[in-house]
């Protein structure tokens, strides 16, 4: 919306003159109309104005967010960037909290919300932090109640949840709804629980597993709804989330799934697996483009990890969730791992270099004289593919194919290994530097599939056929 000059003036003077209170509610309007694509305002410019007048006040940018940071703190460890599915518990997507914050102003709580938030607001510009975090923690249950009575009988599927969706503008909102009201009922001992465990814990001895289950009975006593809640915080704290199954066999008592899994404990120990599972997912687009290894490569161990923890601690079902769910991520995992590694003893042979002649008489050859990066950058990543489910193969599928990929590779790559040597004795010196960049990730996948020793003497032959001089041809005798 352009403005001219003398609407822009009158403007001005109307908003640098507003009660901060005032100010603040306009700016959340202007703000809210401006993301609903409305026209009611010239947006830029209002809130440019407002924000002035507020900051004039002492209120800025940072303590303007405070109050809905202060809102989302009883949930704030279950906030995640995406999720696959929306039903997943102990998950909020972070764009959701603020469309709900919108709708607790809007039409929830209306005549509180902005009040609340200007105290607040006026706390922390006082530099009173205690105070501001009290006002909020007296909303938490308040907002709790209000979300979850207007949303916990609506059935999913039916005319009012699609209307829910309709309203919030995305699917997954609504369950996010139910999933923030569940915490902010039980906001104080979420708190509470939070703040006595350390971020980071690992549970390397037993005495972490009772200290942390002493703490997880501090919590029911605290609560009698939405207990699953304190398990999935407790999992969230750990270094090594799946490692809240120790925690959860400890509160049950019992080492068959199949009974532990009546517990709501459990949740804790599915949310985990459906975590993972979203870690294999991007752990199988990174190894399909070859790219990102390191990554890939952590992702796989920890999912690994995760199953040596869960089979150690209980006596894991096929019949089970978590035991289809295990069983199905390492099938998946197995059958993309076997594929990758089927390639490698092709690619090894690409690498033999092919002299001026031999180019000129193979029907595939592309005539060029270096090695195709693509393929070498393949060649290398499925190698360390190939080194790394060797640390696995006890839990994978895969032994047979294991095997006979590397013993293939190996064997072709000694053989490429001993031609380039070879090329690389007789040929002249413009040729012995494009031998070397077959030669360089040769050398590299030796490393990987024979160690640093065997390496090494390849990069020592290599040396020496490079100084070597090229035999010079004998001029022959022709008799007329």
């Not at 902005?114 to 938490?140: C, N, T, Y």
């Not at 503008?169 to 104080?188: H, N, S, V, W, Y």
């Not at 690992?202 to 002493?214: F, K, Q, Y």
């Not at 050859?365 to 640390?391: C, H, K, M, T, W």
Request: proline share 4%; net charge negative.
């Amino acid at each position: 919306m352009e403005l001219d000059r003398q609407i822009q003036e009158k403007l001005n003077a109307q908003l640098a003159f507003l009660q901060p209170k005032a100010a603040l509610a306009l700016l959340r309007e202007v703000r809210r109309d401006e993301e609903r694509g409305g026209n009611s305002y010239p947006h830029e410019f209002v809130a440019r104005k407002l924000t002035e007048n507020l900051e004039n006040h002492g209120f800025d940018a940072e303590i303007l967010r405070q109050p809905w940071a202060l809102f989302c703190e009883p949930f704030q460890i279950f906030l995640v960037d995406r999720k696959n599915d929306p039903r997943q518990r102990g998950s909020i997507l972070r764009e959701s909290t603020s469309v709900i914050w919108d709708w607790l102003w809007t039409e929830l709580l209306p005549d509180q919300l902005p009040d609340l938030e200007f105290r607040i607001i006026q706390a922390l510009s006082d530099d009173k932090p205690d105070e501001a975090r009290a006002l909020m923690a007296a909303f938490h249950s308040q907002a709790g109640d209000r979300i979850w009575s207007q949303l916990s009988a609506v059935e999913e599927g039916s005319r009012e949840y699609l209307s829910y969706n309709s309203r919030f503008g995305k699917p997954g909102i609504f369950e996010d709804a139910m999933e923030m009201a569940r915490a902010l009922q039980i906001a104080p001992a979420l708190i509470q629980l939070r703040g006595k465990m350390r971020a980071g814990l690992t549970l390397s001895h037993d005495e972490d597993v009772r200290h942390c289950h002493a703490l997880y009975k501090k919590f029911l006593q605290t609560t009698d709804n939405h207990i699953e809640l304190g398990m999935m915080l407790m999992a969230r704290r750990l270094e090594k989330p799946y490692e809240v199954i120790k925690i959860i066999q400890h509160h049950v008592d019992v080492e068959l799934d199949t009974i532990i899994l009546r517990d709501p404990a459990s949740q804790s120990a599915t949310l985990v697996l459906c975590d993972l599972e979203d870690s294999i997912r991007d752990a199988l687009k990174l190894i399909s483009q070859y790219q990102d290894f390191p990554l890939a490569a952590e992702k796989i161990t920890e999912f690994y990890h995760c199953m040596a923890v869960f089979t150690s601690v209980v006596e894991t079902s096929t019949r089970s969730l978590w035991g289809n769910r295990i069983i199905q991520i390492r099938n998946i995992l197995s059958a993309a791992i076997k594929l990758q590694i089927e390639q490698l003893p092709r690619l090894v042979k690409i690498l033999r270099y092919k002299n001026k002649s031999q180019r000129f008489l193979s029907p595939k050859s592309n005539g060029e004289s270096s090695p195709n990066a693509f393929d070498v950058n393949q060649a290398i990543y499925i190698a360390r593919l190939l080194d790394l489910s060797g640390r696995f193969l006890s839990q994978l599928s895969i032994n047979d194919a294991f095997a006979k990929a590397k013993n293939e590779a190996i064997n072709f790559l000694e053989s490429v290994s001993e031609i380039n040597v070879s090329e690389l004795a007789k040929a002249e010196l413009g040729e012995k530097n494009k031998i070397l960049e077959y030669f360089k990730p040769m050398i590299e996948l030796t490393l990987i599939l024979q160690g640093e020793e065997r390496a090494e003497l390849l990069e020592r032959r290599g040396d020496s056929a490079f100084r070597a001089q090229p035999a010079k041809s004998q001029p022959r005798n022709i008799l007329i």
